[in-house]
């Protein structure tokens, strides 16, 4: 966890630029499947039946993704394992009659350890973006299918508790798959992503935009580390 020269050198820069970055933390007891679907009670957002995936465009992997932002309105941003640099936003698989809603809650949870949050808002239609060349042949041979790109249901989500407390990338509750996370303007989100998802993020943020005025946004990632 930061102890090669790549990372020391990344470092040394975000000090220099005044971004605060914050890497794995050790593991948590995991949870059960039901403790998450509690939680997904509390928030309002379980229905008695599953929604049907309805638009969702043929030859597109059905997946979510979470605009998770802080009482600043500052979005959460993480870096992958495999892919240094490459700062996205949370996103996963929508398993087959699983409720997108529902997966998007539980597998936040799973992947930074976030509990508290609320679902705020969405973007009504399915957002997709198509894989490169390269990314396509290595993805459809780890999934043994046949993917154009994916096809996203997006929701913004805030943090009921004040402070980012409960973010844990190594929570113990699925394998960890980012390295570090920092807070950062909507802006920043969309400069940081990899080309291929940069017009999705960018659709995104223009969605979500009535949610994300009216308070003045640091172009620099301000919470300390923990």
Known sequence: MGSSVG????????ARTGTTLHTTAPNRPRDSIETAVSHARSFGM??????KMDGLPPGYRPNFGVCLVNSDNQVFVASRLNVPGAWQMPQGAIEDDEEPKLAAIKKL?????????????????????DFPPAVKAKVNRLWGGEWHGQAQKW????????????????????????????????EEVIEQ?????????????????????????SAKCKSTKW
């Open 7 to 14: 990372m020391n050198g990344r470092r040394r820069e975000l």
């Open 46 to 51: 379980l229905k008695e039946e599953v929604e």
């Open 109 to 129: 949870r799973e992947e930074t350890g976030v509990a508290s949050a609320e679902i705020i808002a969405e973007v009504p239609n399915w957002l997709t973006y």
């Open 155 to 186: 929701f913004l989500m805030r943090l009921t508790k004040d402070n980012d407390s409960e973010i844990n990338l190594a929570n113990g509750e699925a394998d960890t798959e980012f390295a570090e996370w920092k807070w950062a303007s909507p």
């Open 193 to 217: 992503a990899v080309d291929y998802k940069r017009p999705q993020y960018e659709e995104v943020m223009k969605t979500f935009e009535p949610y994300l005025n009216g308070s003045d946004i």
